[in-house]
């Protein structure tokens, strides 16, 4: 019972610990991915997307927290594996009803997060006084008087300078950011526009957000989404309910498996080095059996109505699987302190 | 010294020699075999580049490969067998370690602010090389098809700086020497056969000018004696002659013929031209001698002047002709900055000679005036301080009150203002970051902030002494203590920690990143004025601070079990 106090709150105040960096890095992943450069917009901006991604933000810092804890637990003082899936379930359950009782938004809705209230514009994108650099292009806003302002637009290649003069910056350029446009309106009719702007000249570059690895995770993070998204919406009542936590419990069953197979016997910081390869591959894992239950003709009908279930219960089961073998190959007793050196 | 302490040193030295030999032979690797075929022809440039590129990223990567090897020391070597010899106190591997890493920081302090913008600018500077050397190739074809042998000879001079082995360039270069020597042998052979009664030796200037006076003719005197006292200054009989001829030429005034009224008109420009070079007008020297020289073009004299005045001018000024030479060398193109004078200025390219820059299409334009007004101008060459500017073909003194039109004064160096669009940021040693930072963006470079670069920075470096620090504190907290990890998971461990060590490095650095973007906010509602540098440096030593107690506080399994049989 200590135990599972103990590591139930250990979870909890982790969670509230890393949800400040977990959610400013979802922040700036959410931003950079949709070219919003996260320090040229104001910190009311930034407040506002991770309030509306607070749901996967709490969901990846509980998840993490849990991983971690799990990795920290002395592996010689666990009794039971059972015991070890406790402690995430009752932390897990508390952070939902908080979240339920606030009335937040529905887990898997986060299309609209970034575009929803967030005031983007022309500042966002064009540094005062500069060239700022885009593919072909380079422009240059200055003036004080935001009603008065220059616009210099230097188009590469042809060598050519558009100077527009007495412009309202915030009534002549527009940011197109579904079609990727920059649009400049000047004397009446004239409206020029980039080729296919490109906002990502605008982005800082940092490896955190961009990337080839970063690139590759993200791309079947999204995937892996999108095709949870499309079962739960095809479902109704409780069964998205259902569906929802088979997901969740296999998602914890499976990775706190792994963390406790990973977790070494004295070399625990190996056990916390490897929550983040069972993080990295947690969704490839998933996206890998919604692949290959797809490719195998979809969900068996041995499980009747309740065949949405499948993909959670494989997951499930590889978990119940590692804790197995961890059991019968993992360590019985701590060895001697100078045992094989 | 104790063997604990030895052996900590020798640890982590080993580990920091192999780690960055092992980032070097990475990168050489990966870059050898991004690098296309054909993208470099010479071979020498091709290892040099790829060799740059390979330390320029092992650097860069220097950092968290720091941290690592504090992660891997603590938690995994500093328990192997010479550590478990006989007792020892926690500071025995926490002073050595410490020692090390304010070396290793002193290295990528060093590593970030000079030696990595250093081999940014060695990279590009390979890559143009390698161009000039293709272009030289291809231009020295197309002379040597056209049989130009003498600019064949000039043009491969460049290439052969570059890479005196290659073949087709040596066989191009053999060509052009013997075509060269035979059209000269030619030349000599012509010239012989037209002078061939003048073999004896020509007369000075001197007697030629004193034997046309002995016949009264005095004009013609006046033509050698002009040379020869250009020639000798100081000579007073030289002088006398010519005073004398002079005199005598003027006093035929009353007797003269139309012809001779040309010659004494001629005597009188290119007095007045004499005048002016002396005085150091330069340009009426040369508008004068330029267009008595188309008149009279066999005047060998006035080609001397013209060629006189030319060089002086060459000091303030340029010919056009001076530009096509260099037009096959490769070129940066669309370029465009403000300047000293506030002119949007566009090139359409630039070509860097040696110190010296020629631009091609300029477009100058004020930015703040109200009427689209431009100055265009087709060449133009870096001088003194200044881009001069011209269409003209000739010289041609720009009028004082043009003279903002016709001189850029940019605000820095133009091999800076090439760069503009190419990553200049990464090539800036410290020094030039302090110094230029705002000139370039005055020039309208979307450069950062001399000080947020700066607290970047010294995050770079808080970073490699907060995260090896703790991470080494905490992986000695977590060692293996039992016994010694299995294979797979030393596998795992080495795989997946660097990247995880990296990961936590950009962590941190988007960590300070908060800070600086924080410190707008921290001013305004917080505190008044504040330096952003000392602002980030404060924070991050707080956080140094707990984090050098944490790594102080640590114990060895004797400390921890509280025996102290070790002294």
Redesign the interface.
Known sequence: MKFIIRTTLRIIILTLLFTV?IG??IT?LMLAGRDVPL?NIG?RNILIVSKNLLVPIVSASYLFSTLFAVALVDRMKIRSIVLLHIPPLVAGALIAAVLAFTGLIDIFDTSGAIDRNTAVGYRTFL?K?????ADGS?I?V?GDVPARS?L?L?E??S?T?I?M?NISLSKSVKIDRAKRLLLISYEGETIRYSKGFPFSVFVKK???TSGRLVGFYTKHMRLLLRTVRSQYINLTGRDRMLFGGFLFLSVLLFSISLTNA?N???????G???V??ILFLLPLFYRAIFRIIDTAGGNPEFLGRYSYLFPAITAGVCGIIIDILAKVFGPGR???????? | MDSVKRSTLTFIVISFLAAFVLLIASFYIYHSGRMDAGSISVGSLKNALIFTRALSGSLSLLPPAVIFIF?ICF??FF???PF?KKPFPFNSLAAPSFAMLIFFIIIITLSEFIFIPLLGRRTQAISHTSLIADAALVHARELYGKGDHENVLKTLDFYLEIDEKNREAQKLYTGALDGLSLKRLAETEEAFKSDEGSLQERPSFYERGREEYEKENYYAALFYLERARSLHRDNEEIGELYERSRRKAHDQLGEITEKERETKLLIEQKQRALIALDSGDFYEAYRIFSSLRQRYPNLDDLSLYLATVEEKLMEVDFLPSELGEYEWLPPA??I??IDKSGF?N???KVIPYGKTFYFY?I?R?R?ES?K?KRVRAKYGKWMNGRILIKNAEGFKEVPEDEGELYNIYPFVNPVYLLQ??RGIENRLTLYERISLSEQL?RS????EKRLEWLSRKIGILFSVYILSLFLGG??WK????????SVI?LV??AV??P??VY?LF??YN??N??FI?SYQ?FTRFVTGKINLLVYTILINSVIGIFTTLYFLSRKS?EEERGTKDYS
């Open positions: 960096p400013l890095f700036a320090w910190i540094k006084d500069v060239f700022n650099r380079m240059r200055s220059s210099l230097y590469k290649g060598n300078l100077p003069n940092s490896p955190l990973m070494a016997r004295g070399w625990r910081l190996f916390i080095v490897a983040f390869l701590a060895p001697s302190e100078y045992g094989k050196f | 992660v938690s995994l328990t192997l067998s478990r193109s669309d465009v900055f949007v566009t090139i359409e299409g477009t334009y930015a109200e689209d503009m669009d963006q309208g470079f979307d450069i905490f992986g977590r060692r293996s203590t039992y016994e010694f990890p998971k795992i461990f997946v920690s990247f995880v990961l950009l962590l988007g960590t990143d908060v973007y906010y399994s």
